[in-house]
């Protein structure tokens, strides 16, 4: 049996596909308002920043960093589905892209995070 602080598979499986999700929105954010559909000035490149911020917590396996991820990601949904809807061209592809990454990044984080609450609870009720 392994200990609790290694993770096992699919909690290492599933961190690896919200990093992924994480870095692929925040470089989709920086590319989009600064060089493929800039809106202004380029500020908007400034929405990536909550993302940023949780790096360092989904690199650090903190369940918390996961529980707000999953919540935070919903605010790039809407504005993807917004901006996919109002836009053409390339800015409602990218905005297309943004909603898919957004998906995949929910659903990782919810399994990380019922997957780590479930092997606590396993853990807690094996005797020692």
């Given at each position: 049996?392994?200990?609790?602080?290694?993770?096992?598979?699919?909690?290492?499986?599933?961190?690896?596909?919200?990093?992924?999700?994480?870095?692929?929105?925040?470089l989709l954010?920086?590319?989009?308002?600064l060089?493929?559909?800039?809106?202004?000035?380029?500020?908007?490149?400034?929405k990536?920043?909550?993302?940023?911020?949780?790096?360092?917590?989904?690199?650090?396996?903190?369940?918390?960093?996961?529980?707000?991820?999953?919540?935070?990601?919903w605010?790039?949904?809407?504005e993807?589905?917004?901006?996919?809807t109002?836009?053409g061209?390339?800015?409602?592809?990218?905005?297309?892209?943004?909603?898919?990454?957004?998906?995949?990044?929910?659903?990782?984080?919810?399994?990380?995070?019922?997957?780590?609450?479930?092997?606590?609870?396993?853990?807690?009720?094996?005797?020692?």
């Open positions: 049996m392994t200990s609790y602080s290694e993770p096992d598979i699919v909690v290492r499986g599933a961190r690896a596909v919200v990093g992924a999700g994480l870095v692929a929105l925040i954010g920086l590319a989009w308002e060089w493929l559909a800039p809106t202004g000035r380029g500020t908007l490149a400034l990536v920043l909550p993302l940023v911020l949780c790096v360092a917590g989904v690199l650090r396996h903190r369940l918390y960093t996961f529980r707000w991820l999953s919540l935070l990601v605010l790039y949904f809407i993807g589905v917004v901006r996919a109002t836009e061209g390339r800015g409602a592809w990218l905005a297309a892209i943004e909603i898919g990454l957004c998906l995949v990044v929910f659903a990782a984080s919810a399994l990380y995070v019922r997957w780590r609450l479930r092997r606590g609870a396993r853990l807690a009720q094996t005797p020692i």
